[in-house]
């Protein structure tokens, strides 16, 4: 009887432990055709688009102006594609160089006049100034030989000089100013030599042209001198050829061409470091073929010190004299340099023959005695003076017209 009971007890509890899950299970899932709760419904803020702007709403007040036609209305201009190749102009060639009209060279000593006086008067009013002392003694005899000495007269010349003035100033006993002006003006022009022959020869005589070499130590403007000269020579209507063979000095041949280009004369030259003897050769026979009247070489400036390079110059000079002889060989001097331009022109001199001396920057100093220290020393006269940077500022020189410029008005 009792397990009778237990057996109905277990099973009570298993029929409502299974009873319990199928109540559950009913919960979970919702049958069809019934409704899911009630769940409050969330409302969505819709940001309304702005208002478009009503006809008129943005226009300006009319303004009274005057209409315009079509005609007067300027189109826009359509800018070019991106894609369309663009088209460049070949770079413009450069103007052809204006060929300028030099100076005449009559007379062009006595324009420069006041620009030499400046620089002379040291010498010239000097002397006048000792000479027109009442007492004319020792010392200012010895004063008056300083300042020949110190204007590079050289030592003979100034010996010579004193010694004539002491005989005339004694004979002539009382001295006027225009007197001791005339006196010394007499005495000073037979130093500098008026005999002389101071036309740079540009004729050769024969078929050939004249053919003119420069040389001269660097630095004395050798290259500046050979442009100049070819300004004078135009200027005297010879037609003229420049050979730059000057090849060791960097741009030394652009800046003969420069020269020749301004005057209409045309340049032979060859690469930098080249022979010079051979452009030397190239432009006399350029000349000869094109029949100019002067063909004018500019070497390289040489130390004097330098055996080889001064052996190089002689070579230049004997492949030229294979068309024709050299009709004037000039020696370009700094007159600044004083005497040691003796030094160079003796050793210059040794190597070739020197027919002319040319003396640059004689404005730039009080050492005009240069010129008769020179002349002295080669026995060739001086033919032409630079006077300062200008293109026409080389002149002939003029013993009368240096003369006045030494003593002044």
Do not use: C, Y
């Amino acid at each position: 009887m009792e397990i009778v009971i237990l057996a109905v007890v277990i099973a009570v509890v298993v029929v409502g432990a299974i009873g319990g899950l199928v109540v559950g299970s009913r919960k979970k899932k919702r049958l069809p055709g019934t409704k899911a709760p009630s769940v409050p419904a969330v409302t969505p803020t819709i940001t309304a688009p702005p208002a478009e702007p009503h006809v008129g709403d943005e226009a300006e007040t009319p303004r009274d102006e005057p209409r315009r036609t079509i005609d007067e209305v300027d189109l826009p201009v359509a800018e070019p594609s991106a894609s369309a190749p663009v088209v460049e102009e070949p770079p413009a060639a450069p103007p052809a160089p204006e060929i300028e009209t030099p100076e005449p060279t009559a007379g062009r000593l006595v324009r420069l006049r006041a620009r030499l006086s400046r620089s002379q008067n040291a010498l010239g009013q000097g002397l006048l100034t000792l000479l027109s002392r009442e007492h004319l003694d020792e010392d200012t005899w010895e004063e008056i030989e300083d300042t020949l000495l110190t204007a590079d007269v050289g030592v003979a010349p100034t010996q010579e000089l004193v010694e004539r003035l002491r005989e005339r100033v004694r004979v002539l006993g009382t001295r006027t100013p225009e007197e001791l002006r005339a006196l010394l003006r007499e005495e000073l022009l037979a130093l500098v030599g008026t005999d002389f022959d101071r036309v740079v020869k540009t004729e050769s005589g024969l078929e050939t042209p004249g053919i003119v070499m420069v040389v001269g130590v660097n630095g004395t403007g050798k290259t500046t001198t050979t442009g100049k000269l070819a300004r004078v020579l135009v200027a005297d209507g010879r037609s003229v050829v420049l050979g730059a063979a000057d090849t060791f000095r960097a741009a030394a041949a652009d800046q003969l061409q420069t020269w020749g280009e301004r005057v209409g004369a045309r340049t032979v030259r060859g690469p930098e470091g080249g022979d010079p003897a051979s452009i030397a050769f190239d432009a006399v026979k350029e000349g000869i073929a094109e029949g100019a009247d002067v063909v004018l070489i500019d070497t390289a400036g040489r130390l004097h010190t330098k055996t080889g390079l001064m052996d190089e110059l002689g070579k230049v000079k004997r492949v030229v004299e294979k068309h024709a002889p050299l009709d004037e060989v000039l020696l370009v001097l700094d007159a600044t340099t004083g005497q040691n331009g003796l030094v160079q022109a003796r050793v210059f001199a040794e190597v070739v023959d020197i027919t002319g001396i040319v003396l640059t920057k004689l404005d730039g100093t009080a050492k005009g005695g240069i010129v008769v220290a020179v002349q002295r020393e080669l026995g060739v006269p001086v033919k032409l003076v630079g006077l300062g940077e200008g293109a026409d500022d080389l002149a002939p020189f003029e013993p009368e017209a240096f003369v006045d410029a030494l003593l002044g008005d």
